[in-house]
């Protein structure tokens, strides 16, 4: 029986609700994610608090015949954690559930064609955030981008880096954030960095961040989320501001953690 089977009857809108985090639960984070196994234990600790709110608080459900099992739920919620694990308060609050599908799956989605007319299109899709609450992910993209540590692409820090935009109702690349300087320093650092992603982009040259983020700014702000946890040490050495900005925001810095024996 999987942890949503279990927790039917916890399930809650409050978002303060936990359950007790199970010893069983730090073995299946070993072992589906190398990323976790280099963590401190203090931060373990944390990210198992946050763990303990997010899968009592987060309706997950199988769709297109997935059979839902507690690998699966703390492989996500394992990965979604580790991005707000040094933030106060409950783990992404307007969050209310998370649909895993076995493999890409396919969505409609609203565009306009160049005469500025609305069209719908379906896509293929890995992944995708709705501001409504709601993340949908293909397992087996969760999986093996969990299992990739250094390759940059991980579709559930994506996500979720979606969801923290989402916050403020916006898609805009701009979560919540302090301060109004920070807010600044953002968006100068964000925005020099997008615009070079694009020159790179329409250029065919080689970058630490995936091309797909020259889409937008809510993109290149999800693709840099990828980098930051999963190439540090390249994207300090090439984007050493965008990496200070996203150190401040997460209050996380992995270059720790792939230095660690």
């Known amino acids: 029986m999987s942890i949503w089977e279990q927790l039917k009857t916890l399930f809650s809108n409050d978002k303060h609700v936990s359950v007790v985090f199970k010893e ?37 459900e199988g769709c297109g015949g997935l059979e839902l099992t507690n690998e699966m739920i703390l492989t996500v919620a394992g990965q979604a954690c580790t991005l707000i694990v040094n933030h106060e308060g409950p783990p992404y609050p307007n969050l209310k559930s998370v649909l895993l599908y076995p493999s890409s799956f396919s969505s409609i989605q609203d565009g306009f064609d160049k005469m500025g007319n609305p069209t719908k299109e379906r896509t293929t899709r890995l992944g995708e955030s709705w501001s409504n609450g709601t993340v949908i992910l293909a397992w087996d993209s969760v999986a093996s981008g969990a299992q990739n540590i250094f390759d940059g692409r991980n579709v559930t820090f994506h996500e979720f880096a979606h969801q923290l935009d989402q916050e403020n109702s916006l898609s805009d690349g701009i979560p919540f954030l302090h301060t109004p300087q920070a807010y600044h320093t953002w968006a100068e650092v964000l925005n020099e960095g997008f615009e070079k992603l694009i020159v790179k982009a329409e250029r065919g040259k080689r970058s630490v961040m995936d091309h797909y983020g020259a889409t937008n700014r809510a993109e290149f702000f999800a693709v840099a989320t990828e980098c930051f946890f999963e190439k540090p040490r390249q994207m300090k ?10 150190h401040e925001y997460y209050q996380l810095d992995p270059l720790v953690w792939i230095a660690r024996p």
């Open 24 to 60: 069983e639960w730090a073995a299946l984070l070993e072992k589906n994610l190398p990323l976790y196994s280099l963590f401190p234990d203090s931060l373990k600790q944390r990210v198992h608090e946050k763990i303990s709110q997010f899968v009592a608080t987060t309706f997950f």
């Open 237 to 246: 050495k090439k984007h050493p501001k965008l990496y200070d900005v996203l």
